[in-house]
């Protein structure tokens, strides 16, 4: 069995605000992890290439030590703080940007930035660099609670505007929040994307289903003892308990809602 560390990271920054805290990560922290990674020998794939490897497309095949390296949503912080990092070690990433939060939308703007956001000339520039631009919805939903119709409007209105912005295809996304369900998987698949990342913070491998790939969160309580034995895939189960006690938890409730909301006819 092929075990891949797929990493998600969301802010970079020393000075995060209220709701960005919990999930960013300081510039010196992600330097001392990048360099951990390249000193251990790990070879880092955009998840499009790990996928194709996966595939063994144009007679790929996964290296001895792989790592994905993912930021979600966008934030401007990658580009001052994560981007030159990268650079530095020679690692590709994926960003998985949310269309609508971009500063730059304009009249596509939709959903409530959490922060100061990439714009699409940055995002540009990044994609150049060999940064994987992958989808996040467009306004940033719960996307098992959605409509049908307000679900594909979601996905396929973040793809094209992507496509469009980048000049690139844009064949991988990541659930907002993680959160999926069958029917959004299927309209995943139907929007035109042929991998998707959720988090349930376990290592990922080649049984996983494709559209539902697992990443390991990390944020601003991740110490570098604890990033070292993740990514080797040591006591992953431990380090991550309550993490994934209150993902299992919250997925009932995400059911019953969304049943809820079908018995009365609101979706």
Known sequence: MTRIPILMY???????????????????????????????????????DLVASLNHNNGRSIPDKPIVVTFDDGYADFHSHALP???RHRFPATVFLTSGWVSDAGSDAA??????????????????TGIE???HSHSHPQLDQLRTEELRHELRRNKGLLEEKIGAPVATMAYPYGYSSARVR?????????AACAVNNTIAADRHDILAIPRLTVGKGTTIAMFKRAVEGSAVPLIYLRERILTKGYAVVRRTRYGLQRVRGNV
């Open 111 to 128: 959903g409530r930035p959490l922060d100061r956001m990439l714009s699409w000339g940055q995002a540009r520039e990044a994609a150049q």
């Open 186 to 194: 299927q309209e995943v698949r139907k929007a035109g994307y042929f």
């Open 85 to 87: 990092l990268l650079e």
């Open 133 to 135: 631009i992958g989808g």
């Open 10 to 48: 969301h802010s970079v920054s020393d000075t995060p605000n209220d709701e960005t805290s919990p999930h960013a990560v300081r510039p010196s922290d992600l330097a001392e992890q990048l360099a951990y990674l390249s000193e251990s020998g790990f070879t880092p794939l955009t998840l499009g």
